[in-house]
T-cell receptor, first 112, second 113 residues
Framework: GNSVTQMEGPVTLSEEAFLTINCTYTATGYPSLFWYVQYPGEGLQLLLKATKADDKGSNKGFEATYRKETTSFHLEKGSVQVSDSAVYFCARHDNYGQNFVFGPGTRLSVLP | DTAVSQTPKYLVTQMGNDKSIKCEQNLGHDTMYWYKQDSKKFLKIMFSYNNKELIINETVPNRFSPKSPDKAHLNLHINSLELGDSAVYFC????????????FGNGTRLTVT
């Protein structure tokens, strides 16, 4: 099927800790992949994207690499801040349509 | 400002009522969407329109009816509201290209009592 799977949250980290949120996908073809972030009370914002295999998306210290071999797009950040507390969604775009499929979201809480 | 804007931000209403949520985008995008986010933050697509034409219509009760008067607007009308309709509804838009991301509005929190 076509789906996106993320690690279950919530994830609680101390400030300056290393973050990894796992994401794997299934799809026909090679879809563009995205990470979105949703801060409390707000809509989803694009965090980063990668459009082909081995591409690395990066923004605000976050990175994710498109791994075709493992069908993964794990989100990483070397040193999280309290302001990174939010819900993170992995998503894929289907090259054969105009549909976006979202993972279930992972809530991150960063403690001072 | 260029954005996806939806109104109202909050909507509290009683069961059985009919309500509408409006959405407008000034990004020049061809495609607009409605998503429903439940209390566990799961996002589910409801509808998608491309240039005023319905292209995605997921399994949604027919009490929900989208209307797109032009490609910059996609409104959502809900008849006979039920308790289970309580959720946050997000409008979004994108350009027609397989690398283009979604741009979201800030959501409408619907509470049915």
């Amino acid at each position: 099927g076509n789906s996106v799977t993320q690690m279950e949250g919530p994830v609680t980290l101390s400030e300056e800790a290393f973050l990894t949120i796992n994401c794997t996908y299934t799809a026909t073809g090679y879809p563009s992949l995205f990470w979105y972030v949703q801060y409390p009370g707000e809509g989803l914002q694009l965090l980063l994207k990668a459009t082909k295999a081995d591409d690395k998306g990066s923004n605000k210290g976050f990175e994710a690499t498109y791994r075709k071999e493992t069908t993964s797009f794990h989100l990483e950040k070397g040193s999280v801040q309290v302001s990174d507390s939010a819900v993170y969604f992995c998503a894929r775009h289907d090259n054969y349509g105009q549909n976006f499929v979202f993972g279930p979201g992972t809530r991150l809480s960063v403690l001072p | 400002d260029t954005a996806v804007s939806q109104t109202p931000k909050y909507l509290v209403t009683q069961m059985g009522n009919d309500k509408s949520i409006k959405c407008e985008q000034n990004l020049g995008h061809d495609t607009m969407y409605w998503y429903k986010q439940d209390s566990k933050k799961f996002l589910k697509i409801m509808f998608s329109y491309n240039n005023k034409e319905l292209i995605i219509n997921e399994t949604v009760p027919n009490r929900f009816s989208p209307k797109s008067p032009d490609k910059a607007h996609l409104n959502l009308h809900i008849n006979s509201l039920e308790l289970g309709d309580s959720a946050v509804y997000f409008c979004a838009s994108s350009q027609v290209a397989d690398t283009s991301p979604l741009h979201f509005g800030n959501g409408t929190r619907l509470t049915v009592t």
